[in-house]
Structures are given as C-alpha cells and as structure tokens.
C-alpha cells in the first residue's frame, strides 16, 4: 500500500507561481513513476508531467516551459513547480504512481488561476 498526500494548491493571479507537493509513504520501495495529473470543472483528468525513479521528465504540452516536475527519493516527495499560470490551469491536482501491480491516488489540492 502507498498514500500520497498532496498539498501546496490555493489561490493565485494570471502570471503568479505555486509549488504543490506529494508526500509519499507506505511500501515506497515499489514506487516507479510519479505522475501529475489535473482535472478541470466538466474535463477528462489529464497527464501533464511524469518523472521517473532515475529522474527524467516529460510533459504535456499545455504546461511544457511552464511547468516543472521533480522527486526528492530522500524525502518520499515529488514536486510541481508551476510558473507563468494561466486562468486554464485552474483544476485539481492529482498525483499519482504505480507501485508494482497497484496504481496510487493522492486525493487532490485545489489550484485556482484568477484571471
């Protein structure tokens, strides 16, 4: 069993930055990949940023240049650096991973882009 618990979502103006982050605990050993998903009011949740254990990174392309993702293994804690955020970022925030055959949810931070 993995929990992943994020925080760091609010409020913020057009052109502001956030920082969110997932803390990870449980049977973290099994942990592979780490995702940031996102879903807006009435949308499909999307994949906007995936990292793996060894630290590679890739993006959706509503968020590349804008967005970066990052894991501290030492601290069980990937992040989202989010810059330059736009009224269309608004959203949940998930994270996500999979651990072996099993497949993890954080239970979302809410992140609110005024225009």
């Known amino acids: 069993q993995v929990q992943l618990v994020e925080s760091g979502g609010g409020l913020v103006q057009a052109g502001g930055s956030l920082r969110l982050s997932c803390a990870a605990s449980g049977s973290i050993f099994s942990i592979n990949a780490m995702s940031w998903y996102r879903q807006a009011p009435g949308k499909q949740r999307e994949g906007i940023a995936i990292?793996?254990?060894?630290?590679?990174?890739n993006y959706a392309d509503s968020v590349k240049g804008r967005f970066t993702i990052s894991r501290d293994n030492a601290k069980n804690t990937m992040y989202l650096q989010m810059n330059s955020l736009k009224p269309e970022d608004t959203a949940v925030y998930y994270c996500?991973?999979?651990?072996?055959?099993?497949?993890?949810w954080g239970q979302g931070t809410q992140v609110t882009v005024s225009s």
């Open positions: 990292i793996t254990s060894g630290g590679s990174a």
């Open positions: 996500y991973c999979r651990a072996g055959p099993a497949s993890y």
